[in-house]
């Protein structure tokens, strides 16, 4: 299970992911940048919120920073 947890901006923008084993319950970070691998996944963007991941076949995921809330309720 992956947890986007963090980005940062240190001269160039960065995503920390929380990768957790849920078979021997282990967790630890890995720090990726645009164009770094995860499994079968390029990172190839890192917004403010979001990183959008995208495979080899070019299926896309995005992992959330947070949730915006509807301003209404």
């Known amino acids: ?8 901006d240190k001269g160039e923008r960065f995503a920390v992911i929380q990768q957790h084993d ?3 319950n282990e967790q630890k970070l890995i720090k990726l940048s ?7 996944y390029q990172i190839t963007k890192i917004l403010a919120n979001k990183v959008i991941f995208t ?12 949730t915006q809330r509807d301003k209404s309720n």
């Open 22 to 24: 849920i078979s021997n």
């Open 1 to 8: 299970r992956y947890r986007l947890v963090g980005i940062f």
């Open 55 to 66: 495979s080899t076949d070019n299926r896309q995921i995005s992992l959330y920073l947070y």
């Open 34 to 40: 645009v164009l770094e691998h995860l499994k079968n």
